[in-house]
Nanobody, 125 residues
Framework: DVELVESGGGVVQPGDSLRLSCVASGLDIKTSTMAWVRQAPGKDFEWISSILRNGVITGYRSSVKGRFTISKDNAKNTIYLQMNNLKTEDTAKYYC??????????????????RSQGTHVSVSS
């Protein structure tokens, strides 16, 4: 079975940084498109960024561009999301997602076959 286990969330102040990690088991991230998505209370899932099998990053949603960085370590079967200069509007539950059906759909959170349990990120002064 595929399992995605993430960690690194927490409560921080505006301007702080956090790094989320997501370890995959039952799935080789070298052969899967991976992504980070989030869901704020009462809102739909938002795509944040994706990283393709070959390591190419497909981009970032505009509100996090320049502040968030996706990366992966194939040897550890782990992806990361470095979040800098966090803002109150970044408050959400963050998920990693794996294995999109078609790479061209990688910006659609509902197109992934697997999703982690989520970790809360709360940004508040």
């Amino acid at each position: 079975d595929v399992e995605l286990v993430e960690s690194g969330g927490g409560v921080v102040q505006p301007g702080d940084s956090l790094r989320l990690s997501c370890v995959a088991s039952g799935l080789d991230i070298k052969t899967s498109t991976m992504a980070w998505v989030r869901q704020a209370p009462g809102k739909d899932f938002e795509w944040i960024s994706s990283i393709l099998r070959n390591g190419v990053i497909t981009g970032y949603r505009s509100s996090v561009k320049g502040r968030f960085t996706i990366s992966k370590d194939n040897a550890k079967n782990t992806i990361y999301l470095q979040m800098n200069n966090l803002k109150t509007e970044d408050t959400a539950k963050y998920y990693c997602a794996a294995e999109v059906k078609i790479e061209s759909s990688c910006r659609r959170p509902d197109e992934y076959n697997y999703r982690s349990q989520g970790t809360h990120v709360s940004v508040s002064s």
